[in-house]
Antibody, heavy 117, light 106 residues
Framework: EVQLVESGGGLVQPGGSLRLSCAASGFTVSTTYMSWVRQAPGKGLECVSVIYRGGSTSHADSVEGRFTISRDDSSNTLYLHMNSLRAEDTAVYYC???????????WGQGTMVTVSS | AIQLTQSPSSLSASVGDRVTITCRTSQGINTVLAWYQQKPGKAPKLLIYHASSLGGGVPSRFSGSGSGTDFTLTISSLQPEDFATYYCQQFNNFPFTFGGGTKVEI
């Protein structure tokens, strides 16, 4: 079964760090595009980071220099390393992937990140 | 970044109605556009990719059309399970921006 399972969310103080994980099954993370998409409470969707098949990455301006997307091919896991967190980073973070199509056709269940003192 | 403008932002409809949602992009993107459905507390679900290709397991009452800057999602006969929020997303350039969403209510 093709599946993504996120973990690592929680409450963190402003300026703190957090690492999100997304364990993939049923496909190989290194062979496709994978992404982190976030949704602030009551708001729309924002694609914050993407890692491409070859391993290159892109980050939205809102997180550039603070967030880093990476993957571990041996464990088939996607990561999002988040530093210098701000209140406006508070959101549900989803991992998503292209598997059968050229769009995000598989999504995880989401993990909540709350940045607050 | 490419901006995506969805309209309307919300609509009220009844079971059996034909519903049309539009998505306009700030620059031409050929057909690299997807549509998603999201229900409260759940992850988005892919409906349409490449502007008009139906995602796996998606009912045929959903259809997409358009190219360039103007795109449409149509639900031919609204069902009770279709009440949700719908988003378009472009894959022409990173950031892969989303539209603001259209909430379909009873």
């Amino acid at each position: 079964e093709v599946q993504l399972v996120e973990s690592g969310g929680g409450l963190v103080q402003p300026g703190g760090s957090l690492r999100l994980s997304c364990a993939a099954s049923g496909f190989t993370v290194s062979t496709t595009y994978m992404s982190w998409v976030r949704q602030a409470p009551g708001k729309g969707l924002e694609c914050v980071s993407v890692i491409y098949r070859g391993g290159s990455t892109s980050h939205a301006d809102s997180v550039e220099g603070r967030f880093t997307i990476s993957r571990d091919d041996s464990s088939n896991t996607l990561y999002l390393h988040m530093n210098s967190l701000r209140a406006e980073d508070t959101a549900v973070y989803y991992c998503a992937a292209f598997t059968m199509t050229d769009a995000f056709d598989i999504w995880g269940q989401g993990t909540m990140v709350t940045v607050s003192s | 970044a490419i901006q995506l403008t969805q309209s309307p932002s919300s609509l009220s409809a009844s079971v059996g109605d034909r519903v049309t949602i539009t998505c306009r992009t700030s620059q031409g993107i050929n057909t690299v556009l997807a549509w998603y459905q999201q229900k409260p507390g759940k992850a988005p679900k892919l409906l349409i990719y490449h502007a008009s290709s139906l995602g796996g397991g998606v009912p045929s009452r959903f259809s997409g059309s358009g190219s360039g800057t103007d795109f449409t999602l149509t639900i031919s006969s609204l069902q009770p399970e279709d009440f949700a929020t719908y988003y378009c997303q472009q894959f022409n350039n990173f950031p892969f921006t989303f539209g603001g969403g259209t909430k379909v209510e009873i």
